[in-house]
């Protein structure tokens, strides 16, 4: 079972908010950061995540909410 849960866990080395299409399919319909159990990622690639999607949103790349 550990084994498992380790594989599952996706290493991504570096995310950049100016890839958006990779950013994209971490959020939701309804532009929510999808939970770190969707993701399958480590806590600090998940920090990485949400900082680069909010930087994006900030700089009006991905939409805070979604119509």
């Known amino acids: 079972m550990d ?3 380790k594989e599952k866990k996706q290493e991504i080395h570096h995310i950049d908010y100016k890839d958006i299409t990779k950013l994209g ?5 309804h532009a ?7 993701t399958g990622l480590k806590a600090s ?8 999607i909010k930087r994006a949103r ?3 790349l ?3 909410v979604s119509h």
């Not at 929510?32 to 969707?38: A, F, N, T, V, Y």
């Not at 690639?45 to 680069?52: E, F, H, N, T």
């Open 3 to 5: 084994n498992e849960n």
């Open 25 to 29: 399919a971490q959020i939701n319909p």
């Open 32 to 38: 929510r950061i999808l939970s770190r159990k969707r």
């Open 45 to 52: 690639a998940q920090r990485d995540l949400a900082k680069s």
């Open 58 to 60: 900030f700089m009006a």
């Open 62 to 64: 991905l939409p805070y």
